[in-house]
């Protein structure tokens, strides 16, 4: 799981320096929690990446492993919970397939899929490179890249796609690329890839988790896990149109009430400011939810405590609603076994507790929440269950 993969250098840092008072924490209104499905392994196992839902309220995700080869899946869970596998993925066992698809899903109005892969393709970098794929309606999967890796290419995909009006698909790649950082591309419609940039370091270096967010204007907005000069602990960038990337903060991370190694997709609001979470440090160590305004001013709107009350490891970022509301989940914290919740933190600064896990209903949620125009709020635990993770919904 990406626990161990990307995130087993977080959980042995303690909180160093000054600390800051976190915002006051709420009990949650009434509102029913659902668990949707449960995944014991053949249907896919470990869901670690966030859902996109369709007009008719079906929701399609995929996860890390699990299905027939083990390479994980895609699969649709219909509004009364029954669950469809839509494609079982065979990279493993060198078909020249993805395998471990590890992020979000986006669809088009003809209702196909598109995504990456972490692992698998035509080409052998780290083990193997990773694929971005589309699952037609019908079920059909066609391979639209096979990453190559080395200078030329970037390698392992460990973020989902976003998609222009005119059918292009923007991406991250975690490593490889020119200096071996990782990269940001396009795909055309066509299949032809463009790397629109390649990190240094100094600008950022592995991005890791979470899409990249696109405004009005076609500028591209994420974050780096990595990189960003001396302190190494991940940045907030802006890509424009013409290629130029700019670094809008730099996180300090260790020593300091800043947070480190964000994670997850971004919001953005009407007047530009960027909200998102840090995976980890912050004044206790267990990361952090941030706003950065158009002046790259940033304020810390709540810093995670692991507690009975709190959760710890913000890992999927943040959405945000027309209230300025944000939602989110940690990985772990809160009351009983720890596993995690979902939250609320209101523009005052008012941290709402909405769920805590408990191994039956989920554990570990990972990925990014969708939010219904209702909102109702839609996720997955990347364990719990039967083990296998969950998809759930609460409204």
Known sequence: MREHRNLQWL???MALGLLLLPGMVVPSSAQTFTV?????????????AGLVQDGSGNLYGTTEAGGADWGGVVFEVDASGIETVLHSFTGYSGTGDGATPDDTLVRDNAGNLYGTTSYGGL???YGSCGVVFKIDSAGTETILHSFAGGPTDGCNPWGGLIRDDAGNL???TSFCGSSGWGTVWKLDKNGKETILHNFQGTDGGYPNSGNLLMDKEGNLYGVTQRGGGSANEGVVYKLTKRGRLTVLHRFTGHGTPDGCFPIGTLAIDAQGSLYGATGACG???YGIVWKLDKNRRETILHTFLWSASDGAYPFGGVVLDSQGNLYGTTGRGGPGDGGGIVYKLSRDGTMTLLHTFSFTDGYYPHGELVRDANGGLY???ALGGDNGGTVWSLK
């Open 36 to 48: 949707l499905h449960v995944f014991t392994g053949a249907e896919g196992f470990g869901p670690e």
């Open 123 to 125: 080409n052998r970098c």
């Open 379 to 381: 996720g997955t635990c």
């Open 11 to 13: 959980f042995p840092f």
């Open 170 to 172: 923007y991406g991250t």
């Open 283 to 285: 004044g206790y160590g």
